[in-house]
């Protein structure tokens, strides 16, 4: 099961757009995408997750491509502390067996 | 807003002794889970547990770990004889329906010596 694939890490300036990028061109049907990020070793922190629908939260919006093959994240206004590891994981929606990948450091500059 | 909650936040512990790991999941979720991550390297999957059972259990969860839900409130982590490999953040998470959108804790850090 081949898994996501992101770069390994990202600047972005305070108050821009941050888009992290994700390519999970082996995506099946019935697979969401879910975004997770972790500050600093803290615990993972949910953001977003979606199927093929765009979706937006207080947190994030979340681009889909119309194959599924890809997705952005987009915060559109970066503070210092979004700065964290950013992982994009595929998942089954019925099983929550989350696999993490390295992610993408994403580091916001003042 | 409701959180995990996990203790302790670090524990040292001997090479060969048990361990056991703390979390208060929050409090209307039913599913629970532990993963681990070793410094330096990626989160990890160990356990699921619903309705008093494991769902669900990596490679990694072998008879040195179990997991037990003693009372309404806690979710623990045995580690029976731990290996310095142990030494990890173990983080607890929960939810209230059957999918990928965890609330994890804040983790604790156990260091093998």
């Known amino acids: 099961d081949a898994k996501t694939t992101q770069p390994t890490s990202m600047d972005c300036a305070e108050g821009r757009a941050a888009n992290l990028p994700c390519n999970h061109s082996t995506i099946s049907g019935n697979e969401y995408v879910y975004w997770y990020r972790q500050i600093h070793s803290q615990g993972p922190q949910y953001i977003i997750h979606g199927l093929k629908n765009n979706e937006t939260n207080e947190m994030a919006s979340l681009i889909i491509t119309e194959d599924r093959k890809s997705s952005t994240l987009i915060l559109p206004h970066a503070t210092l502390r979004d700065t964290a590891v950013y992982y994009c994981?595929?998942?089954?929606?019925?099983?929550?067996?989350?696999?993490f990948g390295e992610g993408t450091q994403l580091t916001v500059n003042p | 807003e409701p959180e995990v909650t996990q203790t302790p936040s670090h524990q040292v512990t001997q090479m060969g002794q048990e361990v056991i790991l703390r979390c208060v999941p929050i409090s209307n979720h039913l599913y629970f889970y532990w993963y681990r991550q070793i410094l330096g390297q990626k989160v990890e999957f160990l356990v699921s547990?619903?309705?008093?059972?494991?769902?669900?259990k990596s490679e990694i969860f072998d008879d040195q770990f179990s997991v037990e839900r003693p009372d309404g409130s806690n979710f623990t982590l045995k580690i029976r004889s731990t290996k310095l490999e142990d030494s990890a953040m173990y983080f607890c998470?929960?939810?209230?329906?059957?999918?990928?959108?965890?609330?994890f804790g804040e983790g604790s850090r156990l260091t093998v010596l």
């Open positions: 994981i595929k998942s089954e929606t019925s099983g929550s067996r989350l696999t």
């Open positions: 998470a929960s939810n209230r329906v059957y999918t990928g959108e965890l609330f």
């Open positions: 547990f619903y309705n008093n059972e494991i769902s669900e």
